[in-house]
């Protein structure tokens, strides 16, 4: 009897080990994706237009913005999330018709403006954004997923975090971690100003 229990215990045990290791596979990816997302594209943004919010003009529209009531923040704010899908939805479109410079010029111009756009309005009026009940519990929602992702995949990062400084140490290309180091601190300076 305390066989058959035993058994029954160790299968149980390996197949909780195979699905947390089915887990990381397929959550290591999208945890590079935000960890990339959130300290190069985010914070790299976000310095970029804490700089341009600096001029005199555009100081005064972010003031003008904040001023406004929550809901109509909220439907700025939504105008340019929608030119960003639709500009998507048209690159796609011209890259299936055959034409790539059509649907690049799209997607770095037209989807990178209103992404500009939108994540602006956001730097700008975050406070009256998250007023609204339902945008803030999205905003919570897709915040906490992106914790437990990150807190999830934390373990097997670390150990790629290691393995890659380890193979540029053993291949002595110290030149290129140099590299990468004074990017990190480059970014990590524009982030601290961006949040001043």
Known sequence: MSSRIDDRVARIARHRRRWRMAEDVLLLPLALLVEFLERVVWDGTKALLDLISRAPPIARLRRVLQGLPPVVVLFLFLIPEAIDHLSGFWATVLLVKGNWLGATMVAVFVKGFALLLAIWIYQACEQSLLSVRWFAQAHHAVFAA???????????????????????????????????????WRLARMAGQARR
Do not use: Q
């Open 146 to 184: 992106k914790a437990w992702v990150l807190m999830r995949t934390e373990p097997v990062r670390l150990r790629l975090r290691r393995a890659l400084r380890g193979a540029l140490a053993r291949a002595g290309n110290r030149r290129l971690a140099r590299r990468f180091s004074a990017w990190r």
